[in-house]
Structure formats: C-alpha cells, structure tokens
C-alpha cells in the first residue's frame, strides 16, 4: 500500500529558480527520507528527517516534517540543470527490517 | 552505488520461461531487498532479506521467490514470468556492517526486465 504522496507529480522550472516538492502520508512515521533518481539510474539517498525533527537542510536541500499534518516538503534552492530527475519521499516506520514505503515520486525538469 | 551490482541489466524473455535476477554487495550489509519499479506505481517492495537465508515477503510477493545463501548475494526469482512482470527491478541495502538496522537504503543500477 502506497504511503507517501509526492505533489506535483511533474514540476517544471528554470535554473536559479527554487523547487519545492511536498509528500502527504498516511500513518504514523519514525523517520521520512528523500530520495533522488536519475534516469535509467537507481535511486540516490538526499536526507533523513526523524519524526521528532521539524527542519533540516544538506547543502541546497532543506527538508521540513510536520507530523501534525502527515507532511513535508523538500525544497531545492537555486537550481541547477543537473538537478533534473525524479524525486521520491519514502517513510520509515521504524520496524525490525528497516522496511520502507515510497511514494510514486515527483518528477523536476530544470531548464537551462 | 554503494557496491551493489545487478546482474542482468537488461534482459527479455517470454511468457512462461523462468527468470533469475542477481543482486551482489560488496558492502557486507545485513538487509537487502527487491523493489520493482513501475509508472504510476513507484517503488513497491517484493521481498527483502535480514540476513543469510532469512527473507520475508514485501507487498507484492504474489509470484516471486528469494534465496539468500551467502551475505552478499540476494537471487530474485520469477519461477513463471508473465506479462504484468516486466518492470524495472531494483535491489536496495542498508544496515551497514554493525547489523543494526539503519534507516538508509542504497540502490543497485535496476534491471530492466521485458515478458513477452
């Protein structure tokens, strides 16, 4: 069963701009994680943001996690064309097996 | 990527046949698993692995099978290929060398598997 839901599926922008992606969930979560994945590559691990966390950031990347609201967004700041891909948020829930739930990904083009 | 290798990277087949996919580490990590990949779909979890011959199933098992002989091979097996199964299948590890569960996953390349 799909637990995250990335919004906007496709979002279109140019270089400089920002990109800000958003992931709804539907139960309770011990971690969110955003993932990268070019074409035709395997996914790319961005960040990790724990339930207990309300923002972190890694270089361009900031990542906000409101828990009330089953949500965060991603937000990519002065973008580059080599950020084009698809973007998918995936939700830990802190089992055994370290299992995740990905959602069905956004896809960003950047626009020289 | 981590040390994950997939084997093959692309590969066509017809109905019925049998089909193996390998996924090898380099990394000595505990966990590994399957996810095939589809549009609309994302990411949906088949089988994954907690350590040597210990497996388990995922979301959408129905028609695969695993093996899990050594730390650093996980075998995906389709016994009977079918249509609805071509898909891009990725393996995935976590767990780094302590054996503790860590949350990050690392991707293998995918392989692109066509039933005809």
């Known amino acids: 069963s799909q637990q995250g839901e990335e919004d906007p599926q496709a979002l279109s922008i140019q270089e400089g701009e920002n990109a800000t992606m958003n992931c709804s969930y539907k139960?309770?979560?011990?971690?969110l994680q955003w993932y990268r994945q070019n074409s035709g590559r395997g996914l790319v691990h961005l960040i990790l943001?724990?339930?207990?966390?309300r923002e972190k950031h890694s270089g361009r990347l900031r990542v906000t996690l409101d828990t009330s609201k089953k949500s965060s967004s991603l937000l990519i700041t002065a973008s580059r064309a080599a950020d084009t891909a698809s973007y998918f948020c995936?939700?830990?829930?802190?089992?055994?097996?370290?299992?995740?739930?990905f959602g069905k990904g956004t896809k960003l083009s950047v626009k020289p | 990527d981590a040390g994950i290798t997939q084997s093959p990277r692309h590969k066509v087949t017809e109905t019925g046949t049998p089909v193996t996919l390998r996924c090898h580490q380099t990394?000595?990590?505990?966990?590994m698993y399957w996810y095939r990949q589809d549009p609309g779909h994302g990411l949906r979890l088949i089988h994954y692995?907690?350590?040597?011959?210990?497996?388990d199933k995922g979301e959408v098992s129905d028609g695969y099978s695993v093996s899990r002989s050594k730390t650093e091979d996980f075998l995906l097996t389709l016994e009977s290929a079918t249509s609805s199964q071509t898909s891009v299948y990725f393996c995935?590890?976590?767990?780094?060398?302590?054996?503790?569960?860590?949350?990050?996953?690392?991707f293998g390349p995918g392989t692109r598997l066509t039933v005809l």
């Open positions: 995935a590890i976590s767990g780094g060398t302590s054996g503790r569960v860590t949350d990050t996953q690392y």
């Open positions: 139960t309770s979560i011990n971690n």
């Open positions: 943001i724990r339930s207990n966390e």
């Open positions: 995936a939700t830990g829930h802190g089992g055994s097996q370290g299992n995740l739930i």
């Open positions: 990394e000595n990590h505990r966990y």
């Open positions: 692995s907690y350590g040597v011959k210990d497996t």
